[in-house]
């Protein structure tokens, strides 16, 4: 049955008004049937729960959801308008909107979730690596590994003439970045990009090269011995855990606690022209991404059977819910207790931060997809042309509105200026202040920063 829904404003390209103001009618969606796209990942999870628990005709909404081959034929597909919107890596729409591969204005008015990567390496690497670690009180290795212990074992192959290669995503991925951020934390240098040089492989200076390969194929290709380990999401590397060939030896929630991973797109044309489609595609993925973790998890089983379906992810139940019932197993048998290795609603996952997309495009500049120093106000600019919280206010308010959930289960709504505080839970422990980009990269001792050029 279609709710009657009720907006502070109406259309995406107001600005957002103050909560007092009187309640107005969000109109019928401007078009009903819609295709999104998603790759084969957990982390998809909201799209998929919003069809089968019927949101999505909640909201008068008929939806086709398609897999993908790959990010770039999704980011290519809602660009040329075969898809309406897309499960997105949390860089595309930034890296599109400021040029990076295609040029193109995508928004993201929805953040799909919170961590779930991490990476794994093969049982040779792993074997390798091993020695140098230290235990726990228990007799297990103590996590979380850094890369220093890496070092030694990527030295080795370099000097007897071999590259030492991993897999990660896609240039622009959150995976591409955390990949790099514990590698050079590690004292690893993975290598420059040089857009400006005609040089867009990112292994300029590099001590292991990174490349990219597509998410479901990331076990084979290791076990094929053409990567040494990869950055990727769920459930790729409980599937290396589950096939005996590699180990994760760190997860993301470790590299920088409740990172922002996926992001919903679409293009800025097609929000300007749907924009009332558009709040109801935002309000149905905030009530499925509260589903996902309602009462502490209760319905991650669930959520479990549905993606394990050859049309979502199409990975064994087992594989799935390793990663998605509050565990994470690192080396065989070796499973531990991660409750937010995927969050979905809680600590505010749901909200497009403006800061999130300033961590990401510091990460581009810091490896030289962005060849140029920019101003602190330039990150700022970007961050608010492609990330747009005015509209998610619009629609978890009118959630509010209509008794579906209450003003406390948004804390942000009313308070956020769209940055979060200062940051703190990073594995190298330098603070990240999304106000302060510049200052930011000063910290670091790999990776460009200021002025500097390759």
């Known amino acids: 049955m279609k709710k009657t829904l009720s907006l502070l404003a109406v259309g ?39 069809y089968e628990k019927h949101y999505f005709e909640d909201e008068g909404l008929y939806v086709s959801l398609q897999s993908q081959a790959n990010w770039k034929v999704l980011l290519d597909r809602v660009i040329d308008g075969e898809l309406d919107g897309a499960h997105m890596l949390a860089g595309q729409p930034i890296g599109a909107t400021i040029g990076i591969g295609t040029k193109a204005d995508i928004i993201t008015a929805f953040s799909m979730d919170l961590n779930g990567n991490a990476i794994t390496v093969s049982n040779d690497v792993w074997e390798q690596m091993k020695p140098s670690l230290a235990k726990d009180a228990d007799g297990k290795i ?16 370099n ?8 897999g990660m995503v896609f240039p622009v991925s959150t995976h591409n970045y955390e990949l790099r951020y514990w590698l050079a934390a590690g004292g690893i240098n993975p290598g420059f990009y040089a857009p400006d040089k005609g040089d867009n492989s990112g292994t300029l200076q590099a001590d292991a090269l990174l490349s990219v390969t597509p998410p479901p194929q990331m076990p084979a290709t290791m076990e094929a011995g053409t990567i040494h380990g990869y950055s990727v999401g769920e459930p790729w590397n409980q599937q290396a855990v589950f096939k005996g060939i590699g180990v994760p030896v760190v997860t993301d929630y470790e ?3 409740n990172n922002p991973e996926k992001v919903f797109g679409v293009s800025k044309q097609w929000a300007e022209k749907y924009p009332n489609t558009h709040l109801r595609v935002v309000r149905a993925m905030i009530r ?33 819910a390793n990663s998605m019932t509050g565990t994470f197993e690192y080396e065989k048998g070796d499973k531990r207790e991660i409750p937010d290795f995927n969050v979905f609603f809680r600590h505010n996952a749901t909200y497009p931060y403006y800061s999130d997309a300033v961590w990401t495009l510091t990460q581009m500049r810091r490896w030289g997809q962005i060849s140029e120093y920019k101003p602190d106000s330039w990150y700022m600019d970007i961050a608010k042309k492609v990330y747009r919280p005015d509209i998610y206010k619009q629609a978890a308010q009118s959630l509010i509105d209509d008794g579906t959930f209450k003003a406390s289960d948004f804390p942000e ?4 200026d769209g940055f979060k505080a200062p940051q703190k839970h990073f594995i190298d422990n330098i603070t990240f202040d999304g106000k302060h980009p510049n200052a930011y990269l000063e910290k670091f001792s790999i990776g460009l920063k200021d002025k500097e050029t390759i």
């Not at 103590?142 to 990527?154: F, N, R, W």
């Not at 000097?159 to 991993?166: A, D, H, I, Q, R």
């Not at 709504?413 to 956020?416: D, E, F, W």
Request: proline content about 6%; glycine content about 4%; hydrophobic content about 45%.
């Open 12 to 50: 995406v390209s107001l600005a957002f008004s103050p909560i007092t103001q009187a309640k107005v009618t969000i109109g019928e969606p401007e078009k009903e049937d819609l295709t999104f796209g998603f790759i084969k990942l957990t982390d998809m999870a909201p799209l998929a729960v919003a």
């Open 142 to 157: 103590a996590h979380p590994i850094k890369a220093d212990s890496l070092k030694p074992v990527i030295q080795q192959y």
């Open 159 to 166: 000097s007897e003439g071999k590259p030492f290669k991993m």
């Open 255 to 257: 590299i920088w606690q």
């Open 288 to 320: 499925a991404a509260y589903w996902l973790d309602e009462e502490n998890n209760k319905n991650r089983h669930e959520a479990v059977g549905i993606l394990a379906r050859s049309e979502y992810v199409g990975a064994d139940k087992a594989v799935i």
């Open 413 to 416: 709504l009313n308070s956020s």
